[in-house]
C-alpha cells in the first residue's frame, strides 16, 4: 500500500479539458498520462476520492479513478475491442434469458424485466428475443449495428458502458442507469434478481449478502460516474 503522499487536492481546467492536483501536481493515470476530463462534474468527483484517502492510499476505494483510468490507458487504446465487448451483450443479455421454472419466479421476471425491454424499444427501437432456459437464440441483426452507434466513440463513456454491462450482466440495464431510467438501487435489484428470489424463499448466508452488497456499492459509484459525465 502506498502512504497518503499528498496534503491538498484541487480542480483546474486547461483548453484540453478538467483536471485534478494533488499539492499543485496534476494526477496522471497508472500509465502516466494526462488526466484530461470532459465535465467540472467527473473533476470533481475523481478530487472527492484523493481527498477522501487517510493514511493510506486505498485503490478499490476510488472506482471514478479504476473508469477515468481504464478510458484513458485502456479503451482509448482499445476503442473498438471495448465497445464490442459492450455489443455483444446483444446476443448474451441476461434480461433475454428467463428461468422455465418454478412458475412464481418466471412471473417475477416478466413483470420486473419486460418494462426495460420497451424502454429500450422505445428509446432506442432495439428489438430482441426472449427466450427461456440458457441455450443462445438469434437476435434481430441489425442489434448490433445499434448498439454500436449508441455507445459511441467517446473513451470515457465507453469506458462506463462496458463495466457496466460486466457489472450487471446487461447493456439494456446499463444504458437505463445510464438515461436515468432507472435507479441504482433498482439497478441492483433488476440485475440479481433470481439471486434476490431465493433469499426470499429460502433464506441467504453471510457470504451472499457480503457480495450483493458489494455489487450494490459497485453499482451506485458507476451511477455517480454517469451522473458526472453528463454536461
Known amino acids: ?50 481527498d477522501a484517502q487517510e493514511e493510506e ?11 477515468v483510468a481504464t478510458a484513458i490507458d485502456r479503451v482509448g487504446d482499445a476503442l473498438d475491442a471495448t465497445v464490442a465487448s459492450f455489443v455483444d451483450y446483444a446476443d448474451s443479455d441476461m434480461l433475454l434469458y428467463r428461468a422455465e421454472a418454478p412458475p412464481k419466479l418466471v412471473k417475477h421476471q416478466d413483470e420486473n424485466w419486460l418494462p426495460v425491454l420497451a424502454w429500450a424499444k422505445g428509446r432506442f427501437d432495439l428489438a ?3 427466450t427461456s432456459g440458457v441455450l443462445p437464440v438469434d437476435q434481430p441483426a441489425d442489434n448490433v449495428a445499434r448498439l454500436t452507434k449508441i455507445a459511441g466513440r467517446d473513451v470515457f463513456r465507453v ?7 460486466a457489472l450487471l450482466g446487461s447493456a439494456i440495464l446499463t444504458l437505463a442507469l445510464e438515461a436515468g431510467e432507472i435507479s441504482a438501487e433498482r439497478a441492483h435489484a433488476l440485475s440479481n434478481l433470481d439471486a434476490l428470489f431465493q ?18 456499492l459497485d453499482i451506485q459509484a458507476l451511477n455517480r460516474y454517469f451522473s458526472a459525465l453528463k454536461p
Open 199 to 216: 433469499i426470499d424463499e429460502w433464506g441467504a448466508d453471510a457470504e451472499a449478502m457480503e457480495r450483493l452488497e458489494q455489487i450494490a
Open 1 to 50: 500500500m502506498v502512504k497518503r503522499f499528498y496534503t491538498s487536492v484541487k480542480t483546474g481546467q486547461t483548453e484540453a479539458g478538467y483536471f485534478v492536483a494533488l499539492d499543485d501536481r496534476r494526477l496522471k493515470t497508472p500509465a502516466k498520462r494526462d488526466i484530461d476530463l470532459p465535465t467540472q462534474a467527473l473533476a470533481t468527483a475523481l478530487a472527492e476520492e484523493w
Open 128 to 130: 430482441f428475443t426472449v
Open 57 to 67: 492510499v486505498l485503490p478499490a476505494s476510488m472506482p471514478v479513478m479504476r473508469l
Open 159 to 165: 469506458s462506463g458502458l462496458a463495466h457496466g454491462a
